[in-house]
């Protein structure tokens, strides 16, 4: 053995904590954090296949593709449109408080900021992939899509910069009132559902959803199987959605997956027993819908609360999600998925449910207004801008399929292809034309 | 219907004819009128329904259909952009009853191709579209009594929106409201499918989707029984 390494050897038995104190903890520790995080993001990545799987299951089989093709493009189209300017928006020098003005078109930086942007990715792709759900069976495949891009590049990160725009320098306005949304309950869900309001506004109701009397019609999904399993990969991804927001691998990753579990088991129960309560026939997709909603609900505070008000937490998301269905349906807004309840209504509440339950500040009005003020800019900003924007493209390119389109199915009319060209003999069309 | 369900179909119908004026202005000044005919029902059959960029594809076509092609497509695809940009105020008239008068054969029609559809009126297309309507409302009226008189009436009140001919436009009122029990006038593929289009549309805003697309269903098998379907793809007319 070389003399050198027979007196470090020699060293490391004889005086251990100084030889220790020479490594690189501080890289240790990034390496660690990068690692985390590159893993978190992966497990935000897969529940682009989680919302793919629900919203393709809660459709009818002659549009299966189409929305298939709509959650795997948006991830696409979203994440080069992130990358070029959304990131820089949201993240970038925020001197003003209301927008980043530099990380645009990301390159030759430390390699935190590249772990950063992958992972900050993966949660614009599940803000766009939130509309698509709500738009499904009756939008057309190149108006969503630019959607899209408009969502990711605008909408979802300037308000995104308000409250999480202080990684460089400046601080976003949100954040200097202290408004508490620790993984995008409000940054991500709500912004997210408000967008799809805009779009279902827009769009109208599917061809005979709502009778000349207002009877709400069912239109329901041709496969439960694949909802159930995208609501179990949905959950599975929120531990790397919630988990991978302290941006760092620390021990508060434990409260606040345990919080996230907890919080969508409650959703579940919730909705379960309102539907109960309630005497409606207790529905897979309500329940589902139900732990989606405490997923939601619990993203805002899930660093920042004792596991019983995550529970709480959960709980009262699952009525949420049930009557706000209800309530979609009482003014014939068509949501085939129930993404505005769930993302938008249990999405404010679980921002609300952080500036109430928040540890050592319990009940804390000046915490509450501060939250609520978060909650309506997140409305105000989101809403309008995707309304005007959904009716450009309306007034452009058309936002609605035609109705012989959405007669004959948009897998067909989109993509001239068939998702179960064995069992769909009666598919109504697969001619030429 | 919901109004903006009646907007769609409306749209969608006004759209078409838009369209139609507007090719047959550009195409008029350039054609013979043995091919101007045989152009328009080209247009009308596979490209009426497509984006405006499918204008090459369109003169393609054309130049593949006619027996002599046109001279300068240069010229055509000019004129093409040129009028569906204008207002409908300064296109033609809509030149549906001519087009209808050339497939019964009262105008000549220059193809191609011996045989061509647009030569000629085929029947069949018409007896195969006959069953099918007749099937569905049938099975609308089961589930839903009073149903089949309500479509009737919605689909008769649409046909003028069709750019339908006078003469057509009576037999289709009296057959779909029961009070005859043929169908003889020729009709286009592209007037059919719009027809069952409308009825399905109707039939969503009546009973919902879910069980129209069951009763279309039916209709369909029907009119895959007949022995016309071997030679006339019932699929066609949706």
Known sequence: MPTLQRRALLGLCLFPSTVLAEVDLAGLQASMDTVWLASAAALVFFMQAGFALLESGMSRAKNAVNVL???????????????????????????????????????????LDYSLLLFQTMFAATAVTIASGAMAERTRYEAYVLGAVGITAVIYPVFGSWVWGSLYSGQGWLARLGFIDFAGSTVVHSVGAWVALAGIIVLGPRLGRYGASGETRGLPGHNLTLVALGGFILWLGWFGFNGGSTGAADTGIGLINLNTHLSAAAGALGSLASMWLLRQPILLTHTINGSLGGLVAITAGAAVMEPAFAILTGLLAGPTVVLGVWLLDKLQLDDVVGAVPVHGFCGAWGTLAAGLFQTGKLFDPVQITVQLIGIAAGFLWAFPLALLMYLLVDKTVGLRAEGLDEQRGLDFSEHHEIGYPEFQREILHQGDN | MTIREAALVNDAAGDLIRKRRAVYTALAPHLKPT????????????????????????????????????????????????????????????????????????????????????????????????????????????????????????????????????????????????????????????????????????????????????????????????????????????
Not at chain 2, 98 to 121: I, N, T, W
């Open chain 1, 69 to 111: 093709m709509k959650n795997y493009v948006d991830v696409c189209v979203g994440s080069i449109a992130f990358w070029v300017v959304g990131y820089g928006l949201m993240f970038g020098t925020n001197h003003s408080g209301w927008f980043g003005s530099d990380r645009f078109l990301l390159g030759g930086v430390e390699h």
């Open chain 2, 35 to 238: 091919q101007l005919f045989a152009a328009l029902w080209l247009w009308e059959e596979e490209f009426s329904r497509g984006p405006s960029m499918a204008l090459q594809a369109f003169l393609d076509r054309l130049g593949r259909h006619l027996k002599e092609p046109p001279q300068d497509r240069r010229i055509l695809h000019r004129s093409l952009v040129d009028t569906l940009g204008r207002p409908e105020a300064e296109l033609a008239p809509d030149p549906m009853p001519h087009m209808l008068e050339s497939l019964a054969g009262k105008l000549p029609v220059e193809c191609s191709a011996a045989g061509d559809p647009y030569q000629r009126f085929d029947p069949i297309p018409l007896r195969v579209f006959a069953e099918l309507m007749s099937r569905f409302m049938s099975e609308l009226a089961r589930h839903e009594p009073g149903v089949r008189r309500k479509l009737g009436s919605y689909i008769a009140q649409h046909l003028p929106r069709l750019g339908l001919a006078p003469a057509e436009l009576a037999e289709l009122g009296q057959w779909l409201n029961g009070v005859s029990a043929k169908l003889s006038r020729p009709l286009p593929e592209t007037m059919l499918r719009n027809l069952v289009h409308t009825g399905y549309v109707a039939a969503c805003e009546y009973v919902g989707p879910v069980l129209t697309d069951r009763c279309l269903a039916q209709g369909l098998r029907a009119a895959e029984a007949l022995a016309e379907a071997k030679d006339y793809d019932p699929r066609r007319l949706l």
